[in-house]
DNA sequence: TAGATTGTTAATCGATTAACAATC
DNA sequence: TAGATTGTTAATCGATTAACAATC
């Protein structure tokens, strides 16, 4: 907002910028040149000038990138110095599995509660938070205001549970719903994973390189 | 490969368009013009037309698109039409998600192998499939012939196995390791999942749109 | 200073949108 | 036949790449 908006193409890419300055980090790299980088990365180096240049100037001419300055300044773009409390939805399989593997504190968030209608999973612990009933989602977000949510619920009760996390403050939905969510307020983030359609899209990749 | 190469963008849309055909199937649509579709889906018309015309012309002018007919169409592209075995390495919490969470078989595939290192974790069942122990995987692949794996394995072990499973026959990789896999074989593809990616947009959205 | 590499402008490429003739 | 909507060409828009002057 402060600057003109940038494309959707750059901001998706930033991650993957984090992660890779992360891991040269780690191997003890100090400075990268773009063209380093690029490399690296299956890049150009142009690219990532371009890149970087939306939002300021992070290297030094005839030098490069200090590596974890540069690291720095991305993390701080991505908000990923401070943290933001989220909730789950749904505590079947996959919401389970979300909730034990992903590394929350480094993506910026903190998962603070789990819901689930099931009374068979009600009351269970997953890592150190218990699965509440989730007619308990008001009283909870009255008390603790989290303003982010994952949906790993059914397809058919994403729209209404939607619209009462929104009513509860909730401002981020990261969806694994089978339900593409498309928000019509104004200043609410949606990220769909559409695991199906990643799958699928390898099949077209196989099956089309060897046409029968 | 018989035509022109496809762009990747229009292969991405594609698993999208097949389960918006989907659900009008079942909720009765017969047919259905590009302007509708085009505002069901928050596309144009234009690009709808233009991406299915990329395959063939599966419209009627005055008409519109057959809804049923379409998603065949399309089905068959994404090879859907017939199913291709694949293994999964790694029975961790989201190895085992994945296995019980995904249709495999609607998605072109069949899951036929679990895999995992972990003595606990061998020898038990999810769904019909028993976790064999991953020293078993040469044995396995040269009665079953799998020609797709899931890596659900700690990154530290992908570049490895990946090698071992290429040597294999595995033509295509569904990677949820927290590494970019980048195969320099010909005719191998590689679906990258990075779930921690897509999280660390959501952050960005989040924490851009009310800066401090 | 000379060499290296950025920041940034200009050129190219590809993807999306608009327009309309063809045709059901 | 008249109306609707496709298939397809042309125009626009945005993203990527190339080039180079600025500068460390």
Redesign the interface.
């Known amino acids: 907002?402060?600057k003109d908006a940038i494309s959707n193409s750059v901001?998706?890419r930033?991650?993957?910028y984090?992660?890779f300055l992360g891991e040269l980090e780690s191997n003890g790299y100090v400075r990268i040149s773009s063209r380093e980088l690029a490399e690296k990365m299956?890049l150009t180096a142009s690219q990532i000038r371009q890149d970087f240049n939306c939002f300021g100037e992070f290297g030094q001419q005839g030098y490069g990138y200090n590596v974890s300055g540069l690291r720095d300044e991305i993390g701080k773009?991505?908000?990923?110095d401070?943290t933001?409390p989220m909730i789950l939805l749904g505590a079947?399989?996959?919401g389970?599995?979300?909730a034990?593997?992903?590394?929350?504190q480094?993506?910026?968030?903190e998962l603070v509660g789990i819901f689930d209608a099931n009374p068979d999973i009600i009351g269970k612990k997953i890592g150190s938070i218990t699965v509440s009933n989730i007619s308990e989602l008001e009283n909870f977000c009255n008390r603790n205001h989290p303003?982010?949510a994952i949906l790993c619920i059914p397809r058919d009760s994403a729209i209404k549970e939607t619209e009462r996390l929104i009513n509860l403050g909730i401002?981020?939905f990261?969806n694994f719903t089978?339900y593409?969510l498309?928000i019509h307020h104004e200043?609410i983030?949606v990220?769909n994973?559409?695991?199906?359609?990643?799958?699928?899209?390898?099949?077209?990749?196989?099956?089309?390189?060897y046409?029968d």
Chains 1, 2 share one sequence.
């Open positions: 907002m402060s901001i998706r930033l991650p993957r984090y992660r299956g773009i991505l908000g990923l401070k933001t079947g399989n996959l389970r599995a979300i034990s593997h992903i590394d929350f480094s993506k910026g968030f303003v982010s401002r981020a990261w089978h593409d498309r200043n983030a990220e994973v559409h695991l199906g359609d990643s799958l699928t899209t390898l099949s077209y990749a196989i099956k089309s390189d046409p």
